[in-house]
């Protein structure tokens, strides 16, 4: 059964900080990873999706790295701001015709003015 | 190009009531999913459906259920409702499902309350 961490639930930083958000996944055997940006009650917004094929994703200040072997994936974010503010979850899909991303729980990042 | 749109945006119902979410997907888009966020649970999947089948379904009761219909719309249906089910109903659309290199978009949700 495939599941998903991030650690820690929740990080607040000063604005202007570089930061690197961590997820790992316990079966290497998976075709993509997205990470989501979540805001207070609304839906998820997909930031990056990275290949199994691929070490990483960019995306203006946003780069997300993974390495299947070790079961993990990074976000970084370069010099951050208020409006960084928001929960972000990692999501897999697993090797197989079933589709579903399974997520983590996500971590809740605030960026101090 | 619109994307997945949920409707309603929020609904509340008594205990032992059904309820009726409905998702429409961006176009083009032949796979939708439906994933539920109860509080401290996390996002957790309830169903597939792509071309009008049932591809997947997540680990609920059956009282969750749901239908495609032929222009790739979803309907998720919880019949006897109860507290727990208060949560985000997610819906999500990919191109077809089956794909190894699909990605899926998410809607706004619906926030259902049971009281």
């Known amino acids: ?113 | 190009e619109a994307g997945v749109t949920q409707s309603p945006t929020h609904l509340i119902k008594t205990r032992g009531q059904q309820a009726t979410l409905r998702c429409s997907p961006i176009s083009g888009h032949t796979s939708v999913y439906w994933y539920q966020q109860a509080l401290g649970l996390g996002l957790q999947f309830l169903l597939w459906y792509d071309e009008g089948e049932e591809r997947n379904r997540g680990n609920f009761p059956p009282r969750f259920s749901g239908r495609q219909f032929p222009n790739y719309s979803s309907e998720l249906n919880v019949n006897a409702l109860e507290l727990e089910d208060s949560a985000l109903y997610l819906c999500a659309s990919s191109l077809f499902g089956g794909s190894s290199y699909n990605e899926q978009f998410f809607g706004p949700g619906t926030r259902l309350t049971v009281l």
Request: charged share 20%; aromatic share 6%.
């Open chain 1, 1 to 113: 059964k495939q599941e998903v961490t991030q650690i820690p639930a929740a990080l607040s930083v000063p604005e202007g900080e570089n930061l690197v958000l961590n997820c790992s996944f316990t079966d290497s055997a998976i075709y993509n990873l997205q990470w989501f940006r979540q805001d207070p009650g609304k839906g998820l917004t997909s930031l990056l999706l990275i290949q199994s094929s691929q070490r990483e994703q960019t995306s203006g200040r946003l780069n997300a790295s993974l390495d299947k072997s070790s079961g993990r994936s990074t976000l970084y974010i370069a010099a951050s701001q208020p409006g960084d503010s928001a929960t972000y979850l990692c999501a897999v899909r697993r090797q197989g015709a079933n589709s579903k991303l399974t997520f983590g729980k996500g971590i809740t990042l605030s960026v101090r003015p």
